[in-house]
């Protein structure tokens, strides 16, 4: 098997003397000597492996359903047509998989805490059945915030753009390590989290509220602050999507985005958020589905390109963690090859686990094809297989037992400390970025309020919507409210339903959710601001909303309408505490995108 130099993170921190095996802790860099050990340790489990199974170990596939073995006759059904079993306990036998991803919503693998333990349990029985014994790393993206799967039962934290706005190293950190002790007491022990991607880019479809902001040194502090916090707590971070999907008006999920940033402007823009983070000890980074020319003439997807992976990614910055793909079912990266040959790609490119194939069994066949074929040597699936087994024995997974209990379960995931703190730092992100006459905090006899507006359903529960839950949050704070749901596109109707609504009214709290120029929800808010009645605007999710509002006597940015940010603008709003957060994202002026309506850094407080 080939050997490779050790990599320069290693070598600079050879001075930290610590053995990450015995320690469980992730991030902590063992000396070179450990190194050797612990290597020389699971090489010897590699040589007892077969190809197939070290196949395996590279693939992290969906599935369908709450249980491991038992799951309900619809998803054994949706698994079969597929994959081609009946459970993820038969997808591991079949296939020797290493690792696999929990999802919300359509794959139904969440429901609450103890079922998590339970289907972790499972799947981790079925790991440990195979010929060759090894623990599941077992991944989810729960970056908090907009994109997060774990809701009813878990802490919500804020995202990162909220964690942007907050400015706050401990208060980053802190989420880290609150959300990676609970993903680690379930038995998750890879986040694909944090986002590294500087959003200079309003537009961008995908990224958006989910990067820390636009200014490249503050939000790689931001994210080594969060990969401290999750590998502090035993999780495997990920800084993702290498070589930065910050500067795109393109989803990857759908198409192939082009970043058209010279090698200058990603050495300055896109680059320094993922040293930062491989200088904070990252044990994984994910990779983008788009090309950049600066770095790849021959514009082959990020993903499979070896000259940006291999010669960017590892000579150049140092990285010799693991590499997982981008969901490989997106459109992005099969635009130009088969889904037998995606894999064997992003393999000769570099990468070391393949998350989420469109197939599994043409995948994996894909891959042992070009092994038998001496396309891809046994040497190079040695490579990932060591990296891949070197995160899982950071975490405990090859030095105690993998399972988890069910009384840790429910002393430690949802605990009210984590609670406590999640509410305290969303408080210090909320942002003022308007306040006429002094508009806010609302006067003592400003007590019967409206809330009105947009009003997505939250991320992991379709059942709550931001604006009855807004109006709850004020009604614990002694207001008497009354709300009405407008939706992001409202018509003529509820336009005039909300302005009724508005009369006898001592102040409408207004929420706008990705507002547009031609956005209706600025003939609502135009229609309220005609009334008599004070107005306060709340941009749920992107800060951009203010440019296509006009002249709002007061309006603040919450970054996401989770639970704990709203009841923090709720706070906001009624002065219970002050306001604190700052733009971590310049707005520009809708009539003239070369002129800043608020600068970078922006945020007024009740002092102001």
């Known amino acids: 098997m080939q050997d490779r130099n050790l990599s320069r993170r290693t070598v600079l921190a050879s001075a930290t003397v610590a053995a990450a095996s015995a320690t469980g802790v992730v991030g902590v860099t063992a000396t070179p000597a450990v190194a050797h050990k612990r290597d020389n340790r699971l090489k010897k489990i590699i040589s007892k492996m077969s190809i197939e199974a070290k196949i395996g170990q590279l693939f992290v596939p969906y599935f369908y359903g709450t249980s491991a073995t038992s799951p309900s006759q619809f998803d054994q059904d949706r698994n ?96 880290g390590r609150i959300s990676g002790t609970e993903l680690a007491t379930l038995g998750i022990h890879q986040n694909f989290a944090p986002v590294a991607d500087v959003n200079v880019n309003p537009a961008n479809p995908i990224i958006n509220v989910r990067s820390f902001g636009a200014d490249a040194r503050e939000v790689g502090r931001m994210v080594a602050a969060q990969v401290t916090g999750y590998q502090q707590a035993g999780v495997v971070a990920c800084a993702k999507h290498f070589p930065g999907h910050g500067d795109t008006g393109q989803d990857s999920h759908t198409e192939l985005p082009v970043i058209t940033h010279t090698r200058e402007e990603w050495d300055r823009i896109d680059a320094p958020p993922f040293k930062a983070a491989i200088a904070a000890g990252v044990d994984s980074i994910m990779t983008a589905h788009l090309q950049v020319p600066a770095l790849d003439p021959s514009n082959e997807p990020a993903t499979l390109s070896p000259t940006i992976l291999q010669g960017v990614l590892r000579d150049e910055l140092g990285f010799d963690g693991v590499i997982v793909t981008d969901a490989l079912n997106m459109r992005g990266v099969r635009t130009k090859y088969g889904d037998d040959r995606v894999p064997v790609l992003a393999l000769k490119a570099g990468v070391d686990q393949l998350l989420f194939p469109p197939d ?195 309006s603040l940015v919450s970054y996401c309408w989770t639970e704990v940010e709203l009841r923090a603008a709720a706070r906001v709003i009624a002065g219970r505490v002050e306001p604190r957060g700052k733009l971590p994202v310049p707005i520009q002026r809708a009539d003239d995108p070369t002129t800043a309506l608020f600068r970078s850094g922006h945020g007024l407080s009740y002092d102001d």
């Open 80 to 175: 079969l047509r597929e994959l081609g079993v009946r459970t993820v306990a038969e997808l591991i036998a079949k296939y020797h998989i290493g690792g696999v991803i929990y999802f919300s919503g359509w794959a139904n693998n969440i429901q609450d805490p103890r079922q998590i333990a339970d289907l972790t349990n499972g799947v981790q029985r079925a790991s440990l059945a195979l010929p060759t014994p090894i623990p599941s790393l077992i991944s989810i993206d729960q970056e908090h915030g907009v994109n997060v799967r774990i809701g009813s039962g878990a802490t919500q934290l804020p995202g990162a753009m909220a964690l942007g706005a907050g400015r706050s190293l401990s208060d980053a950190r802190t989420a």
């Open 360 to 554: 599994i069994d043409v995948a994996y066949n894909g891959v042992l094809a070009a092994v038998r074929s001496g396309e891809i040597t046994e040497d190079r699936l040695d490579e990932s297989v060591l990296r891949i087994l070197r995160v899982k024995d950071k975490v405990g997974l090859l030095s105690g037992s993998p399972y988890v209990s069910p009384k840790e379960v429910d002393r430690v995931v949802g605990a009210r400390r984590h609670q406590l703190a999640a509410a305290r730092i969303a408080e210090r992100t909320t942002t003022l970025l308007v306040n006429e006459d002094e508009a806010l905090p609302l006067r003592r006899r400003q007590k019967k309020l409206l809330v009105v507006g947009a009003s997505p359903a939250f991320p992991t529960d379709d059942t709550r919507t931001t604006v009855p839950e807004l109006a709850k949050a004020f009604d614990e704070l002694g207001y008497s409210t009354t709300h009405l749901a407008t939706g992001r596109a409202p018509d003529a109707a509820k336009i005039d339903e909300a302005v009724a609504a508005a009369r006898g009214r001592d102040a409408v709290v207004v929420t706008t959710d990705n507002v547009s120029a031609t956005s209706a929800q600025r003939t609502l808010v135009s229609r309220l601001l005609a009334t008599s009645v004070p107005v306060v605007h709340l941009a749920v999710r992107n800060p951009y909303d203010i440019a296509h509002l006009g002249d709002v006597p007061a």
